[in-house]
């Protein structure tokens, strides 16, 4: 066993295990087991989803990307099938002879305001404007469109994201459950395959990625996807082992949702401690200095960054082609009612803070004397409603050298969506914490508390409730209410 699979008092072996534990163990991780386990959850996605899965959805904005690839474009061909989140840039053909790309008008200016892809804003009067049209670009980051190629290529604009969506996310409720066995393989938890059944249910049926996962739709899709990447992660980080592969998929994460880039805070953590450098004894954390182990500790950390650094230049040249913006997937381009919003404070800003904690942690639907007895605020609902088995992450236990670097890559990947200027809109439950769902199982894993009765209870309670919510989400709206709670202005 090497430092990196285990604290210095390793935990005890699982293998003591009742023989009823090790004969499920076995049967879950035979390959017949986790093609049922695949099934079940793959029935669960698509019966929730009902007749939306018979066709594409409203807003398959990768398919869009992966068409325009296919045909040798990054823009859409011609006008886009809705006003939903697609980036505008105007092209004005000018009087004086230039031909200028950005944005006209908007962003809380006047209407003659012209704002340049590149440089300083300019007025432009109508009567200098000899012709405007504008380009639409799928603002995104692509890699869920990348695996859409191959099915695109075939069925083109009628391929069915909402299907694709559901089968690929049974794929991670099983890869969840092989990462949690994992841990117990290492010494790094002492959870039987029944514990860590349970919390595959609670992460696949007891969470906010139910409703994600029977919806498709480009923002759903891509929570999906980046659970996939996030989970390959966490596996090829643990002890550092596997330096490479996790710069591979954590660059995969951030061409799913840029905040997955902040999850690399896991695999440094586990770097130091796989050198030495970061010592846990006990209670206790400690770094030390070692040339040896810096000289270790910088291969890792190269490794580690080459893949990375390969997937953002493709992602950079991507954006620069589009943009003239290496950094720009498209956001700031978005023709969408709070403009003005960001425009004003940015895409990212203290400002917003408080009202996303409040969106993440405490708030809650409004119950009703009459039909329909339930009103969900389309901001979501605090995660302790949707998954209330989540407080156990609190809860004391046993101590792991885990804990500290699980939540520390925790926070570091909620912050940026913390302060992001959208709370998640439209939602039935804070769907940004399934950036970071994969490190919360993974600390109830490490912590060893035990799976009590109430325990239980709970993620039995929260499938009932997130079914309802997979159901009803885009489909039943009478449920949801938009109260204002995060208002499109600049408040």
């Known amino acids: 066993m090497t430092a990196s699979d285990a604290s210095p008092a390793a935990l005890p072996r699982s293998a003591e295990a009742p023989p009823r534990a090790a004969w499920l163990g076995r049967l879950l991780t035979s390959w017949k087991g986790l093609v049922v386990l695949y099934l079940v959850f793959a029935g669960a996605y698509l019966g929730a989803s009902g007749g939306r899965v018979l066709r594409h959805s409203q807003y398959n904005h990768y398919v869009y990307l992966a068409d325009g690839w296919l045909h040798g474009r990054l823009a859409l061909a011609g ?210 200095t070692d040339r040896p182990a810096l000289k270790l500790l910088a291969g890792k950390l190269l490794r580690f960054a080459l893949p990375l650094a390969a997937i953002q230049a493709a992602l950079w040249v991507h954006n620069w082609v589009r943009f003239d913006d290496p950094t720009e997937f498209g956001h700031r381009y978005l023709n969408i009612a709070w403009q003005e919003r960001i425009a004003h404070f940015g895409l990212f800003n203290y400002h917003f803070l408080s009202r996303n904690l409040a969106a993440a942690l405490v708030l809650l639907p409004r119950i009703l004397a009459r039909y329909p007895y339930v009103k969900i605020s389309q901001h979501g609902m605090s995660l302790l409603v949707t998954s209330p088995a989540l407080a156990y992450t609190v809860a004391p236990a046993e101590r792991s050298r885990l804990t500290a670097p699980l939540w520390l890559a925790t926070l570091a990947t909620a912050l940026p969506t913390l302060l992001y200027q959208s709370s998640g809109y439209i939602q039935v439950g804070y769907r940004y914490s399934l950036d970071y769902m994969v490190f919360l199982m993974m600390i109830l894993a490490v912590r060893n508390r035990p799976l009590s009765r109430l325990w239980k209870a709970l993620i039995i309670v929260s499938i009932p409730l997130n079914l309802f919510l997979a159901i009803i989400f885009d489909r039943y709206m009478q449920f949801t209410f938009d109260d204002g709670f995060f208002p499109n202005g600049l408040n």
Not at 146 to 153: Q, R, T
Not at 222 to 230: D, G, S
């Open 79 to 288: 006008p886009p099938p809705n006003e939903n989140d697609w980036a505008k840039v105007d092209v004005l053909v000018l009087r004086d002879g230039r031909t200028v790309k950005g944005t006209y008008g908007g962003r809380g200016g006047p209407g003659d305001r012209f704002y340049p892809l590149r440089g300083r804003p300019e007025t432009i009067p109508a009567a200098g404007i000899l012709s405007r049209s504008a380009i639409r670009y799928v603002s995104f980051p692509p890699f869920p469109a990348v695996l859409m190629l191959p099915f695109v290529a075939i069925w083109h604009l009628a391929f069915n994201d909402v299907l694709f969506t559901a089968l690929w996310a049974a794929l991670n409720p099983v890869l969840l459950f092989l990462l949690l066995q994992d841990l117990a393989r290492r010494n790094l938890s002492r959870r039987s395959a029944g514990d860590n059944l349970w919390l595959t249910v609670m992460f696949g049926v007891g969470s906010v990625y139910y409703f994600c996962s029977v919806v498709g739709e480009v923002w759903y899709t891509a929570h999906v996807v980046l659970v996939t990447a996030a989970i390959g992660f966490a596996w090829a980080s643990l002890g550092a082992a596997r330096p490479w592969r996790a710069g591979l998929f954590v660059g995969l994460a951030g061409a799913c949702r840029p905040s997955g880039l902040f999850m690399s805070v896991f695999f440094l953590l586990e770097a130091l401690a796989a050198t030495g450098l970061w010592q846990w004894e006990g209670d206790r954390h400690r770094l030390r």
